[in-house]
């Protein structure tokens, strides 16, 4: 099993292997490394999938908790995450670009705002829509079982 | 959906979303927009309203090391006692 201690090497390995000569600005290097830790990320969600195919189908919980008690998530994986992304980069790709620079790349909203070169309450506008319109796009493909009782 | 309708209901989100349930029904009349809008922008609120709490709120580096390595879930709080004699170490 892959320790997070791996996927910090990982991601510095890839960093350091696929990484251009010269960063162009901040916003480069931040908006590499976003990437490349939501690719890891992916591949390895990709590489678990395909090894628990032949005991059972499983999906990887991440902690998308709407409104379920504390401690408790709805189950998505990291997987339809990506899909959901990249139908919303076709939509506004700010707004992936935020997603990925906050989620992926653990960065803060006037940090977002300085590498996207916007004013911080369009950052927090652009996280708060997109965030949204992720939500009800990966609950749309969520079992039905684990949909919120709307009664 | 199309680029433009998405940024249609993204700032009639923003405009409506701390309304009161009641009345946003009057606001999306008094808006005067398409049906298809008038259903994106009640996703998105309701959306909102529901993932408020938690989602994504966790780094993905975060929900990682919570799904790589569960076993470390168990392991105690930092200053917990666990030597021999209950001493921290």
Not at chain 1, 106 to 111: S, Y
Request: aromatic content about 6%; charged content about 25%.
């Amino acid at each position: 099993m892959l320790q997070p201690s791996a996927l910090v090497n990982e991601a510095f390995v890839r960093l350091m292997g696929e990484a251009p000569v010269e960063w162009a600005s901040r916003a480069h290097f931040f908006g590499f490394s976003a990437r490349l830790m939501r690719r890891i990320l992916i591949d390895f969600a990709r590489a678990q999938e395909t090894e628990k195919r032949g005991r059972r189908s499983t999906h990887l919980d991440l902690s998308v908790a709407g409104d379920v008690p504390a401690g408790e998530s709805h189950p998505v994986d990291f997987i339809d995450l990506d899909h959901a992304l990249n139908e919303l980069a076709q939509l506004d790709p700010r707004q992936a670009q935020t997603v990925e620079l906050r989620y992926f790349g653990g960065l803060e909203n006037a940090e977002i705002a300085a590498v996207l070169g916007v004013s911080e309450p369009t950052a927090v506008r652009d996280w708060r829509v997109a965030r949204a319109w992720l939500y009800h796009r990966l609950q749309s493909r969520l079992p039905q079982s684990h949909l919120p009782n709307d009664s | 959906m199309t680029p433009e309708i998405y940024r249609q209901a993204g700032e009639l989100f923003e405009r409506l979303r701390q309304l009161p349930e009641g009345e946003l029904p009057a606001a999306l009349d008094a808006a005067g927009i398409s049906n298809e809008l008038r259903v994106e922008v009640l996703r998105l609120i309701e959306a909102d309203r529901k993932a408020a709490r938690s989602f994504l709120e966790n780094r993905a580096v975060e929900d990682a090391a919570r799904l790589l390595a569960p076993e470390t879930q168990g392991l105690p709080a930092a200053g917990t006692g666990c030597g021999r004699d209950g001493r921290r170490v």
